[in-house]
């Protein structure tokens, strides 16, 4: 019995000694809760592309670009409202595994979730349609 808590205790000093030691790492700071600096740079170089793309007629660039404005204003309502993004990106996953249904099959998916997504999403749009509404305004002042 003593073989096996000898070897423990110096373990557990170590790990103690260690711990003792060891320089306190520095407190990681949150993400703000409106754009940060890269997400409206990033919106601006989108803005430029969806422009210049319009103009040349350029269809992949103007889908680049409208994707990237939807990226960033995903981004900054997942810290700003963490529930309701969560909420989309379940419902986005629901929608892609549910729509597979037969016409002679039952729905597998449930008419009240369904409603709750459409919900869901009408709430997202807006609080995404704000954000690039904030974003542009952003961009315009500076």
């Known amino acids: 019995m003593r073989k096996m808590i000898c ?5 557990a000093a ?4 260690f711990a003792a030691c060891a320089q306190p790492s520095a407190p990681i700071q949150p993400l703000p809760s409106g754009p940060t600096l890269g997400e409206v740079a990033d919106y601006a170089r989108a803005q430029a592309q969806f422009r210049a ?3 040349a007629g350029d269809g992949d660039a103007v889908m680049q670009a409208t994707n990237t404005f939807s990226l960033v204003a995903g981004e900054v309502l997942s810290r700003r409202d963490p529930t309701l993004f969560d909420a989309q990106v379940v419902c986005e996953r629901y929608r892609v595994a549910g729509w597979h249904n037969q016409r002679d099959m039952r729905p597998t ?4 979730f369904v409603r709750d997504c459409e919900r869901i999403d009408w709430r997202y749009n807006q ?7 904030d974003l542009e305004a952003r961009i315009a002042a500076s």
């Open 109 to 112: 998916y449930e008419p009240q």
């Open 53 to 55: 793309a319009q103009a």
């Open 7 to 11: 070897p423990a205790l110096t373990a």
């Open 127 to 133: 609080a995404t349609a704000a954000i690039r509404r």
């Open 14 to 17: 170590a790990c103690s000694l």
